[in-house]
DNA sequence: AGAATATAGGTAACCGCTCCCACCATGCCA
DNA sequence: TGGCATGGTGGGAGCGGTTACCTATATTCT
C-alpha cells in the first residue's frame, strides 16, 4: 500500500499552532476554546489541508454523522423511489445515508443491518423483510431505529410509519367489488409473503366478508417475472386483478398487450403503492396511495431526531387513499 | 451514550485462550498460526460472541472489504436499476456495496467520492457526474476507481465501461430520419448536459450530417418535470421526439396521453438507456440498449479484482443496439 | 551432533482522534 | 493580600484492532 500523499494529521495542525493535539480538536468542533484559537487552527487546518478522518473519529467517538437506509427490496420501483426520496431529504438536513439493499432475503437483512449498526451509524432507518426477526429487539437497544412498512414487534424502535395494510385491502377490494368484480386474481409479492406479515390475512377477511372469489398468487418484483405471472392468470381466464405492488402490476399491463387484451374494457387491474410511473401509463393506473413524500418526511424527520440524541418515539399511521385512474372497468 | 452490551473485545479472547491479541488476530485470519490455535480461538470468540469491529480494523489497516457505488443521479431510472444490479451482483462475490447518490450535482459528487474515500471503501464504482473534473485524478491516486458512462478524464482508473454515445446517437437518429422525420425535438437530461460531455455535441453533429432541424431542450429524470417539458414541446408543434434517457421519454408519453395524441401514429417517441419499465408500455418504447446485465457484469468483475489488488485496467467499450419496439411511427 | 532454517507466537508501536482530568492563569471577593 | 471560582489548555490514556520485528522451539540438513 503505498500511501498517496500522506494526510496531515490533527498531532501536525497542533505542532503547526503550537497547540496540543486536544485544544486543537476541541478548536475543530468549536468547544471550550476562544474565538482565537479557533481562528488560528481553521487557518493553520487549511494550510495543510488538514480533513479530520472519519475512521477514526468513529472509533473514538462512537458517532459518525451518518444514517444507514436498509431496503427490504431494491426491486421494487417503490421501495427505489422511496430511497431516492429519503436521500434526498437527509441532505437537506445535511446528513448522508447509507443505502443497502436486503435483497428480500432475511438472512442479508440480518447481516446488513447489524453490519450497519457496527458502522457505527447514528441511526437506522428500515423497511423489514421480517419485521417479526428477533434482530430488531436486539438491535434498538443501542441504536435508533425507525421502521417504515411493518411495527418491529418487541423491539423498543425510535419511530414507525406503518400502513394501515388492512384499510388499503379494503379500499382496492371494495373499489374492485363495486366495479362488479367477484372473481379476483390477488398477485401478492415476495415481500408481501413474509410469515406473519398481515396483508394476506387481510385480503382473505375482505374476501369473505365481500363474498369475492380470489386466487392468491405470488409473484415476484422484478418486471419480466411479473409478466409472465400475470400471463398465466389471464390464459387460466382471470380479467380482474389486484396487485401488492405497482411494479407487479406493470406486468399485468404487459402481459394483457400481449395477447391484445385492452385495459380497461377487457382486463381491471389495479395497483398498490404509487409509484410515480403509474400516473403515465395509458390508462394510469388504479392504485392505492401512501403518499410518499409524507413517508420521507415523517421517516427523515424522526431518524434525524433520533441521531441528534432526542427521538421522538411516535408511531405514525399511514392512511391509504384510493387514487383512481382508469384501470378497472 | 448508555453502552448496551459491552462487546466482547480481541484482548479477551486472548485472555481466554491464554494466546496474545495478536496471536488472536492472526488466527481469525487464519495466517500464520497452527491449525489447532485457528481451532481454539474460533470456539473461544464464539464463546464469548466475538466479532471483530469494523472500525476499528479500518483504522489499523486501511481496509474494509467495502466497495462504494456513487452514482450521478439516482432519480434516473436506469441508474436505480443499475444501482440494484450492482448491488446484487457484489453480493455475489460476497462483497457488499454501499450507495451514494449525487443528486445530479457536482458539488456533492465531489463531497461524496471524498467520504467514500475516507471510509476506507477498497474500490470505487462510479456513474461520473463531471467526468472531467479535477476530483478523479486525486481520487484514482489511492483508490481503484471503476467508471461508467464515461471515462474519467486525465486520471488512472482501475476500469472503465464507456458507451459509445457517438455510435448510439446516430443509431437513434438515423432510424429517425428513416421513419421520416426531419424536425426533432432532442430532450437531454440535466446528468447529460454536463460541460464537456460529449452526447450533445454528437447530436449537433449528427444532425448536420443527416440534414436534421432539432431543437435540444434540457428535461430533468423526474415523471413529473419531464411531462411538463414534453408538454411544452407538443404543444409548440413537435411531433418527434429523442430522449435521452427513457425516464424522460415516460414523460412523452404521459403528455401525449393528456392531450389525446396517439403514439406512434401521431407521435414519435425514441428513448435511450432501456430501462426494463420500457418493454411493458403500450406501445413498447423503442430505444438504444446499453445491455444493462453486461456493463454491471463487467463493472463488478473490474472492481473486485481491484479491490483484490490485481487490477485489470480495461476500457470496454460498450456497443449500442437499438431495440425496436413501435414508438417510432 | 551442531548449525541452519522454519514455524508459532509474543512484544510493542502504531492508526488518528476524543475526552477525562489535572493544571494554570486570571479576576473577584472577603 | 490570599483563597477561590472560572474557564481556557495540555497531558495522556484509551478506542479495538493490525503488523513489523523478534524470540524460542521444532525440524531439517550436512
Redesign the interface.
Known amino acids: ?5 500522506k494526510r496531515a494529521t490533527i498531532r501536525e495542525v497542533a505542532k503547526a499552532t503550537g497547540l496540543s493535539p486536544a485544544a486543537v480538536s476541541y478548536a475543530l468542533r468549536g468547544m471550550q476554546v476562544s474565538e482565537e484559537t479557533i481562528e488560528r487552527v481553521r487557518r493553520a487546518a487549511a494550510e495543510l489541508g488538514y ?1 479530520a ?4 473519529r ?2 473514538a467517538s ?1 458517532r459518525t454523522g451518518m444514517i444507514g437506509l436498509l431496503c427490504g427490496s ?2 421494487d ?1 417503490w421501495q ?1 423511489a422511496l ?2 426520496g429519503i ?2 431529504a437527509l ?1 437537506d438536513n445535511d446528513r ?6 436486503a ?1 428480500g432475503d432475511p438472512a ?1 437483512e440480518y447481516t ?1 443491518a447489524r ?1 450497519l449498526r ?3 451509524v447514528d441511526a437506522l432507518i428500515v423497511q423489514p423483510v421480517d419485521p417479526a426477526a428477533p434482530l430488531w429487539a436486539e438491535l434498538c ?2 441504536l435508533p431505529v425507525v421502521s417504515i412498512g411493518d411495527a418491529l414487534a418487541g423491539a423498543r424502535a425510535a419511530g414507525e410509519v406503518v400502513f394501515d395494510n388492512r384499510a388499503g385491502v379494503t379500499l382496492a377490494l371494495e373499489h374492485l367489488r363495486e366495479r362488479g368484480h367477484r372473481r379476483l386474481a390477488v398477485l401478492t409479492s415476495t415481500r408481501a409473503s413474509t410469515p406473519d406479515r398481515p396483508a394476506d390475512v387481510h385480503v382473505m377477511a375482505e374476501a369473505g366478508r365481500l363474498d369475492l372469489d380470489i386466487e392468491l398468487v405470488t409473484a415476484p418484483h ?3 417475472s411479473a ?1 409472465r405471472v400475470a400471463g398465466e392468470m389471464l390464459d387460466a381466464g382471470h380479467r380482474a386483478f389486484f396487485c401488492f405492488a405497482d411494479s407487479i402490476a ?2 399485468v ?2 402481459a394483457s ?1 400481449e395477447r391484445g387484451l385492452v385495459i380497461p374494457s377487457e382486463v381491471s387491474v389495479m395497483g398498490y403503492d404509487d409509484h ?2 403509474s ?4 390508462p394510469g393506473l388504479t392504485t392505492v396511495d401512501w403518499d410518499i413524500d409524507g413517508i420521507v418526511r415523517a421517516a427523515v424527520r424522526m431518524v434525524v431526531a433520533a441521531a441528534d440524541g432526542n427521538p421522538r418515539r411516535r408511531r405514525i399511521v399511514q392512511a391509504p387513499q384510493l387514487r383512481e385512474r382508469g384501470s378497472v372497468g
Open positions: 500500500m503505498p500511501q498517496p500523499r480533513e478522518d472519519p475512521i477514526a468513529a472509533l462512537g431494491l426491486e420501483l427505489q430511497a431516492v436521500g434526498r441532505k448522508y445515508a447509507l443505502i443497502l439493499d435483497a442479508r446488513l453490519q457496527d458502522q457505527r437497544e443501542g422484478s418486471p419480466a409478466t406493470y406486468g399491463y404487459a398487450a410515480p410511473m400516473g403515465l401509463l395509458t
